[in-house]
């Protein structure tokens, strides 16, 4: 009998394994939910995206961050009733936070000079955020942007300009001078 069950595969029954919910599916949901009205998911995308929003505004807008990701996320929920295909919302809201946070930095750097900044660490306990800090505060915003979009988002050249609305051949000299103005000013 011993021999005759080794040679009978066993079918064993898979149960099947709960998938994990897509989170671009999920935000999707959310997106359709706050367009017909639904406040629970208008507060749940805020929840959402709030930190994703400051993630990109952080390195473009520095020590007026915070003024960035209110006027990016007013934007955005201002136009989320004309955004057609929910499935596309990082890269709409990537898209519309980048620009508000050039625009407020810009708007910054006109009202503020360059002497009157506060030292302001990143991080508290890191000396490293502290210095890079230092050396993009002393950038324009817009080598701020370009950067952090090649850098941090690892985003191509057209996909950078197209998010920036301007030429291709602009980002790649801005990054040329960004990366330049970096290194240069880098001390470490």
């Known amino acids: 009998m011993k021999a005759v069950e080794t040679c009978i595969p066993r079918l064993e029954l898979e149960t099947p394994q709960p998938r994990e919910p897509d989170p671009w599916e999920a935000a999707a949901r959310l997106v359709r939910a706050a367009q017909s009205g639904d406040a629970l998911a208008v507060n749940d995308l805020l929840n959402l995206l ?3 929003v400051n993630r990109l505004c952080r390195p473009i807008a520095l020590t007026d961050s915070a ?3 209110q006027e990016s996320l007013i934007a955005v929920f201002q136009g989320l009733p004309k955004l ?3 499935t596309a919302l990082y890269g709409w809201v990537r898209t519309i936070t980048v620009r508000e946070a050039v625009r407020v930095a810009r708007r910054a750097q006109r009202e503020t000079a360059w002497g009157e900044f506060e030292d302001v660490a990143g991080t508290r306990n ?4 502290s210095d890079v800090h230092d050396v993009l505060r002393r ?3 817009e080598h701020r942007a370009v950067l952090m ?3 941090l988002e690892c985003l191509d050249e057209r996909s950078a300009s197209e998010i920036l609305n301007i030429p291709c051949g602009t980002v790649k ?3 040329h001078r960004a990366r330049n103005s970096f290194r240069k000013a880098w001390t470490r």
């Open 149 to 151: 979009l090649r850098e």
């Open 173 to 175: 000299s801005r990054l």
């Open 139 to 141: 950038m324009s915003s």
């Open 50 to 52: 709030t930190p994703y």
């Open 84 to 86: 057609k295909d929910p």
């Open 126 to 129: 890191s000396e490293l955020a």
């Open 67 to 69: 003024d960035a990701v």
